[in-house]
């Protein structure tokens, strides 16, 4: 696999000229110091309104430091970032009325039942008594929180905590969702749920922020990626573009027996094809192609020569392959 | 499968996410305190170990004193015609007032812990809000925790202060006074350190000698000379000796304006110092 790997460090792609109406988060530039240590490294990003940019990373590369910037919880040490067009060290207030955050941690008041958790946030965004009820009850029910409601949160399993963070995080309806590791802990149905919730949202317009480890995750919910590592952004771009600086997409033949490969082999290379032995077993041929109309080619030239394949399989690179390389060639420039 | 698992969200709990304004028209500082005081208010009434537990310091010295100590003879400038009960018992409700004080502390601290803070501040919810919160909520724990102490010290063990019943409400009124100043030291420690157990460790390292190095337990003029000294500038001896004065009617009156000046100091420090540590970030 990883002699496919052709790392070019990705242009930051997403990233909008600034006074772009449409952007509602936009981070120019943010560099983010704790003391010597370099927690965010002129990171630049942007969102589109409606769109989702899901932030990858590993433990530590600052993508909860950029989450918290832009949540206005922290202040950036130079750089300048907007929030629903508004400044983060300006004009917090006007942020925090606009955003909801979902940290790592669910945030929530054990003490106080599912309910009572959501009405207390309602109530301290100015809603009314009623209003608060009602807001409490839809979110309830969208995040199948119902049967539960009146218990108190301290006896909720992780997966119940969690959906109840990120329902007391939409109470005010937010502009921009901010989504920090939403899905950690969470089964996979309540993940699939959360998803679903996400794509509901962002239907309606919602912008998000996603921050996660999991490549499906911001394969299925990103529309433009961006990975950060150590505090620097090595590349960003929409899923497809990034699978695509990690490698060409390939197919596997598996062939009735290994003297095949030879043969198969010589026919490729004479079509065009730099076909490569397998390595795990020793009937199979990888084949790199560019378009999935070569797989016709592929099988017309084993055709030709009378090889016949038990077996073909289509491979597209996965986010891990982009994920790996860019760790390894980050890691390689900066050793830790 | 998974359709049956997860139902299509409702656009109805959707609405509005993209909304130009904000759904809600955000609340008034003193909104936000009541709120915020009600939710910790309810939690206390569902979970009525909080008040108890902090009882439990003040209620075993007591007992401890008036029992341990009862067959042994005065000091020779024990007050005449007060019985060793009357004359500890103010000196438990300033106990009972700094031990209430530390909770408002640690009650800040378990916010911070579970992720409340974090939330708040994702929220257009001034940062004073909560600090005043956790002061008011501790403002009605130690009223009733002093209306416990009264109560179990009348019916149980006997207790007849000498003193009115105005005076011995204006006792213990300003009894919850220092409990409320001194749980804004608490809450700035809370907001300072952000652990819990430093500020146990405060209540039991500075608070617990302190209340032994007053009038707390025995007449100052009965301590050994470098206590004395050190009980006539604790800020107790003045706070025990009011309370002491108005529930006994005995002398000691003159210290009610220092421990009023000095509580309303430490509050008002407190205030300030609890605010600029809470700022912090995270």
């Known amino acids: 696999m990883s002699g496919l790997v052709t790392p070019p460090v990705a242009q930051p792609g997403p990233v909008a000229p600034s006074g772009d109406r449409d952007l509602m988060i936009e981070a ?38 950029l989450v918290n910037i832009l949540t206005t919880a922290l202040p950036l040490t130079s750089g300048r970032a907007r929030v629903a067009g508004y400044d983060v060290a300006r004009e917090p207030v006007e942020i925090r009325r606009r955003i909801g955050l979902t940290g790592q941690f669910a945030s929530v008041d054990g003490q106080l039942s599912g309910r009572d958790n959501i009405v207390l946030i309602a109530r301290l965004l100015g809603a009314g008594r009623r209003a608060a009820g009602a807001r409490a009850d839809e979110l309830l029910e969208l995040f199948r929180l119902t049967d539960v409601a009146d218990r108190r949160a301290s006896g909720y399993s992780g997966g119940l905590r969690r959906r109840l963070d990120l329902a007391v995080s939409l109470v005010g309806a937010p502009e921009v969702l901010f989504l920090d590791e939403p899905t950690t802990g969470l089964d996979p149905s309540s993940r699939l749920n959360l998803w679903e919730i996400v794509e509901g949202l962002v239907e309606q317009g919602t912008t998000v922020l996603l921050t996660t480890q999991y490549l499906e995750e911001a394969d299925r919910l990103a529309d433009s990626i961006a990975v950060l590592s150590a505090g620097r ?34 026919a490729l290379r004479g079509a065009g094809f730099t076909p490569v032995n397998g390595e795990e077993d020793p009937r199979t041929v990888v084949v790199p192609i ?31 392959d982009v994920y790996l390389a860019l760790a390894d060639q980050s890691a390689a420039r900066t050793p830790v | 499968m998974t359709t049956q698992l ?89 106990d009972n007032a700094a031990q209430s004080a530390m909770q408002s502390g640690v009650g800040l601290v378990e916010d911070q812990k579970n992720g409340m803070v974090a939330r ?23 009223t009733v925790q002093v209306l416990i102490i009264m109560v179990l010290a009348i019916t149980v063990l006997g207790y007849s202060p000498n003193g009115g019943v105005a005076e011995l409400a204006l006792s213990a009124g300003l009894t919850v006074f220092i409990s409320f100043s001194l749980g804004w030291a608490f809450i700035a420690a809370g907001a300072w350190l952000r652990r819990a157990e430093p500020l146990q460790n405060l209540a039991l390292i500075v608070i617990f000698p302190l209340m032994f190095a007053s009038s707390a337990y025995v007449p100052v003029a009965d301590l050994p000379g470098w206590l004395a000294a050190v009980a006539n500038v604790n800020p107790l001896t003045y706070a025990i000796d009011a309370s002491r004065a108005l529930a006994l009617d005995v002398p000691g009156l003159d210290h009610a304006i220092p421990s009023v000046v000095i509580s309303a100091v430490i509050a008002v420090v407190g205030m300030v110092a609890a605010l600029r540590g809470f700022r912090r970030p995270l």
Do not use: C, W
Request: glycine share 12%; aromatic share 4%.
């Open chain 1, 233 to 266: 952004v090595v590349a960003a771009g929409t899923a497809a573009e990034l699978k695509a600086t990690v490698g060409r997409r390939t197919v596997t033949l598996t062939l009735d027996t290994g003297e095949d490969r030879g043969t198969a082999g010589a």
């Open chain 2, 120 to 142: 708040l501040r994702s929220l257009p919810v001034h940062p004073g809000a909560l600090l005043a919160a956790r002061s008011l909520v501790g403002l009605v724990r130690a």
């Open chain 1, 28 to 65: 120019d530039d943010v560099t983010k110091s704790f003391g010597a240590v370099h927690a965010l490294d002129s990171v630049s990003v942007g969102v589109p309104r409606g769109t989702v940019l899901g932030l990858l990373g590993h433990n530590g590369a600052g993508k909860t430091t």
């Open chain 2, 6 to 94: 997860t139902p299509a969200p409702r656009p109805a709990a959707l609405r509005a996410a993209a909304g130009e304004a904000p759904v809600f028209g955000g609340s008034s500082l003193l909104t936000q305190i009541r709120i915020l005081t009600g939710r910790s208010l309810r939690a206390m009434v569902t979970d009525p170990g909080i008040v108890l537990f902090g009882l439990i310091q003040p209620v075993v010295i007591l007992f401890v004193l008036t029992q341990v100590f009862s067959k042994m003879g005065m000091p020779p400038h024990f007050p005449e015609g007060v019985t060793y009960l009357d004359y500890v018992l103010p000196a438990i409700l300033v």
């Open chain 1, 290 to 320: 560019d378009a999935t109309r070569e797989i016709a080619e592929v099988v017309r030239t084993l055709d030709q020569v009378g090889v016949e394949a038990t077996e073909l399989t289509f491979g597209e690179p996965t986010l891990d």
